[in-house]
């Protein structure tokens, strides 16, 4: 018989670290709170840094899990501690005992409806990169006009926001700005492009690239200052003020449609599965890795390791490569009892 | 008019979306590299004529996407060519700038 | 514009307020702009709504406006709100209700000092002792008088002879907001609906039967600006930022303007005279501007009460096309007539603007 081993969360982090389990011989059991697996990235269009296809990878994915047990719309109702592991009762009244669980439950994406001055859900033409994604995958939304003239993205939204509770940066909000100013510019060639950052980070691999193809072959352009606030003019436009701050000067812009790159916060269901097991929570709200450098998987509890953004804003390519090593810790464990 | 010992003062905000980018697409057009500055400043840091003249390629730039008359930063420059050799994008300021000028006159 | 979007951030910013039982203390610069509306606020909330609305004579300036301009040190307007606090209590009170904005925000300002730094509460208690041998209790609930006509806007709606629609068309008047910088934007869960989209004046006029319209410098303070208007070679930039804002306003045929703050009701009337002055620019209707009034003034106007008895005839801009819009009756001839029929005399009339 297989032994058990309790995923919580059935993004990308999950089901890359069932996959993995399965190979190693194990028995993954998926608690997924929706009735999908995928997570955010089920969600999204196109990945940089190849513009891969996220839905062909959350098909491959599912496809190489089919063996693994999926809990769809299920929550974790309890931990308790077992003498050598856990007693895990789930929502759907099914109990399961396992000596290791693994937790990759995840962010939540910022509510960019909380920086208020933006008007996400009060104007007409403000959506979100989450909204964009959408609608790239084919879901019509009526704030995007059928050919925009100017288009802003605002960088850092709910992110570096110490006010907003979400000191950190997301990561991966700078690099999705460009890779979504450049799809608008493929759909809308005629369209003018502003992207306003704080900082521009990009630094993974083939970010600078695009940065620089957005600059010279999209004529993209970048302006150094966080936009302060949006309101709607009279016919049904947006104006947008931030400072140049490289020029030192306030600007106005009148836009079609502003694209809010909301960040990664902490997921609340991830707060409460830490009161659950008594998990530690770091300064900025997401678990507490043992520690940041050697045991970015390993947690304060034994046998309970994390994977992905539930211990901070991560890519899909880390998110998916700390699965595959979590998976790894998870069958040391097992193996020695460590 | 009456005079009321103040008056309304010019607001010095850029309308970003109705400020005449002519002489930068024009620009473009003859040294696409315009495009591709990051504003890092190793220009302007290393510039012969800047700590003198206000010269800088980056402001030039920068200056011409905001509508700005940039000819008193340009006419400061004395072409030696140093701002070519740090600019990390490879830009060929000299040309560019040369290109500048003539779009000028 | 997608309305629930601003129904739910209102949901968010509510306040608690008391009924009945204020302690009303009045701003030390309306008495001279908009002489009216502090005693018509006391008329209101005491004949027509029938609540227990009371001021002493005792009480000062709340020194907010001396602390803007830079002219007294913060621990200086902590030690004068201490003693109108001290008149509150002595008087029985504990709900406070202050007619200006920068007092509100002053008021506002000072209790959470106090509250983060208890210690200079101490001190102040000390200073106030010293001075004038007087204590305090701090307020259990603080309103700006605003609030409390929000409050009781949909009583006034009821006794409301007037509503804010075209007689003509049937149509709601078109009223922008204006809501003064120290109500919300210090502290924005102390203001209705935030500091954002304030709910605390659109209320009213949707109240009333007008429609409020945003417009995109909505925001934007009026430029009045304290010590910056107060000195002259400054107030280039103050009346610029109120030129900003009609401007931005002007495609949106607005027909009035409510605001909350002394301040900004005087400035966003009075510089559409010096605008009109020196760009030869009106921004209401054949030439006239556009009537800016305070929350007093318009719910005496739907209550009914004589334009004149509410000063309506010391704006700048001429309310009568107002007036003749919603239907208030009035006699033009008496306008400048003060008490006892005594002639005011009509002052003269500017360039541009129209007037009568």
């Given amino acids: ?338 | ?105 | 514009m997608i309305y629930e979007g601003k129904q739910k951030i209102w949901k968010d910013y509510q306040k608690e307020i008391p009924d009945d039982h204020w302690y009303y203390v009045r701003s030390c610069i309306r008495q001279n702009f908009f002489p009216a509306s502090e005693r018509k606020f006391t008329d209101i909330t005491r004949n027509d709504l029938g609540k227990d609305v009371y001021e002493t004579p005792y009480h000062t300036t709340c020194g907010g406006i001396a602390y803007h301009c830079d002219a007294i040190p913060q621990e200086t307007a902590m030690t004068i709100v201490a003693r109108q606090f001290a008149l509150m209590t002595e008087s029985g009170y504990e709900n406070y209700v202050p007619s200006c904005v920068t007092s509100f925000g002053n008021y506002v300002e000072i209790l959470e000092t106090w509250r983060e730094f208890p210690e200079l509460e101490t001190r102040i208690r000390e200073q106030l002792w010293k001075a004038c041998r007087r204590e305090f209790n701090k307020p259990k609930y603080l309103a700006h008088t605003s609030d409390l006509i929000y409050h009781w806007r949909n009583e006034i709606a009821e006794k409301a002879r007037y509503r804010l629609i075209d007689k003509e068309t049937g149509e709601p008047v078109r009223m922008a907001e204006h809501i003064g910088c120290h109500y919300a934007k210090m502290f924005p869960s102390k203001g209705i609906g935030g500091a954002e989209y304030p709910y605390v004046l659109a209320g009213m006029i949707e109240s009333w039967g007008g429609q409020v319209v945003d417009y995109p410098e909505r925001r934007h303070c009026c430029g009045y600006g304290f010590r910056q208007y107060h000195m002259k070679a400054n107030r280039g930039y103050c009346v610029s930022n109120t030129h900003k804002k009609f401007e931005s306003m002007e495609p949106y045929g607005i027909q009035a303007i409510l605001t909350n703050c002394p301040g900004c009701c005087y400035f966003m009337d009075r510089w559409q005279y010096v605008i009109s002055e020196q760009t030869g620019k009106t921004y209401g209707k054949d030439g006239f501007g556009i009537p800016v009034f305070t929350y007093e003034e318009l719910a005496g106007l739907v209550l009914g009460y004589d334009p004149w008895d509410l000063g309506l005839q010391l704006h700048q801009v001429a309310v009568e096309p107002f007036l003749d819009r919603i239907g208030v009756e009035y006699d033009p001839k008496a306008k400048y007539l003060g008490l006892n029929k005594e002639d005011l005399l009509k002052p003269e009339l500017p360039t541009n603007l129209k007037c009568f």
């Fill in chain 2, 1 to 105: 008019m009456t005079d009321f010992g103040f008056k309304l003062s010019k607001s010095s905000a850029v309308e970003l979306d109705k400020v005449d980018t002519t002489l930068f697409e024009r620009l473009c057009e003859a040294s696409p590299d315009a495009r591709i500055c990051m504003n890092c400043g190793s220009c302007g840091a290393t510039c012969t004529a800047g700590p003198y003249s206000g010269m800088s390629l980056r402001k030039v730039l920068l200056g011409l996407q905001r509508g700005q008359d940039v000819r008193p930063l340009l006419s400061g420059c004395m072409l030696c060519g140093k701002c070519t050799m740090v600019c990390p994008r490879g830009i060929n300021t000299r040309n560019l700038i040369l290109n500048l000028c003539r779009i000028y006159d």
């Fill in chain 1, 1 to 338: 018989m297989k032994e058990n081993v309790v995923i919580i969360g059935g993004g990308i982090a999950g089901m890359e670290a069932a996959r993995q389990l399965l190979l190693l011989g194990y028995h993954p059991i998926v608690v997924e709170q929706k009735d999908r697996l995928g997570g955010h990235v089920g969600q999204w269009h196109r990945l940089f840094p190849d513009m891969a296809s996220a839905q062909d990878l959350i098909r491959g994915l599912g496809e190489e899990i089919s063996d693994a047990n999926i809990f769809l719309e299920t929550k974790v109702n309890s931990i308790n501690r077992l003498r050598d592991g856990y007693q895990v009762m789930l929502s759907n009244g099914v109990n399961v005992a396992c000596r290791s669980l693994l937790v990759a439950s995840g962010f939540q994406l910022f509510d960019a409806a909380r920086k208020e001055e933006y008007g996400y859900g009060v104007y007409d033409h403000v959506i979100t990169n989450s909204d964009l994604e959408a609608w790239f995958n084919g879901k019509p939304d009526v704030r995007i006009p059928e050919v925009p003239e100017n288009v802003g993205f605002v960088h850092c939204v709910g992110s570096r926001d110490l006010k907003a509770g979400n000191l950190e940066c997301s990561k991966v909000c700078c690099m999705t700005a460009v890779k979504q100013a450049i799809e608008i510019k493929e759909k809308f060639p005629s369209a003018r492009v502003w992207c306003f950052y704080m900082d521009l980070r990009l630094f993974g691999k083939k970010y600078e690239d695009f940065y620089l193809g957005a600059q010279q072959e999209y004529g993209i352009q970048f302006v150094r200052g966080r936009v302060s606030e949006v309101g709607e003019t009279a016919d049904g436009r947006l104006q947008v003020k931030a400072e140049d701050t490289l020029t030192g000067k306030p600007l106005r812009v009148r836009l079609d449609l502003l694209v809010l790159m909301a960040g990664m916060a902490c997921n609340p269901e991830m707060t409460r599965l830490a009161r659950m097991a008594r998990l530690d929570i770091d300064s900025d709200g997401f678990l507490k890795s043992l520690d940041n450098i050697r045991s970015i998987n390993a947690s304060n509890r034994p046998g309970i390791f994390f994977a992905g953004a539930c211990t901070g804003p991560k890519t899909v390519p880390e998110t998916l490569a700390e699965a595959r090593a979590a998976a790894l810790d998870i069958h040391r464990y097992l193996q020695k009892g460590l």
